[in-house]
């Protein structure tokens, strides 16, 4: 079982910049892939990044360039940093886990608030 506990939301300013933060529970992180999603009001959940148990990565073609994810296990931690933030990016974030073997993620956060103002 792993439980995830995302932090960084808030609002900022087109242009601006974000850094999400998740938080995992659990002695194996190492062992899980990671991703962050984000859904927009009446849009589908739609996967923004996905890194690797290996710290690969690989970002939805609009955040190419603009955001980047990245983890550190000794923290049991995963990173978004996003820049050059656009109002489409509003969204709620969710920070999500799988086991490396699995191929869909049944462990999520609860969501974090991003609003950015144009």
């Known amino acids: 079982q792993v439980q995830l506990v995302e932090s960084g939301g808030g609002l900022v300013q087109a242009g601006g910049s974000l850094r999400l933060s998740c938080a995992a529970s659990?002695?194996?992180?190492?062992?899980?892939?990671m991703a962050w999603f984000r859904q927009a009001p009446g849009n589908q959940r739609e996967l923004v990044a996905a890194?690797?148990?290996?710290?690969?990565?690989n970002y939805a073609d609009s955040v190419k360039g603009r955001f980047t994810g990245s983890r550190d296990n000794a923290k049991n931690s995963v990173y978004l940093q996003m820049n050059n933030l656009k109002p489409e990016d509003t969204a709620v974030y969710y920070c999500?886990?799988?086991?490396?073997?699995?191929?869909?993620?049944?462990?999520w956060g609860q969501g974090i608030q991003v609003t950015v103002s144009s």
């Open positions: 999500a886990a799988r086991y490396w073997s699995q191929s869909q993620y049944p462990y």
């Open positions: 659990g002695r194996t992180f190492s062992s899980y892939a």
């Open positions: 890194i690797t148990s290996g710290g690969s990565t």
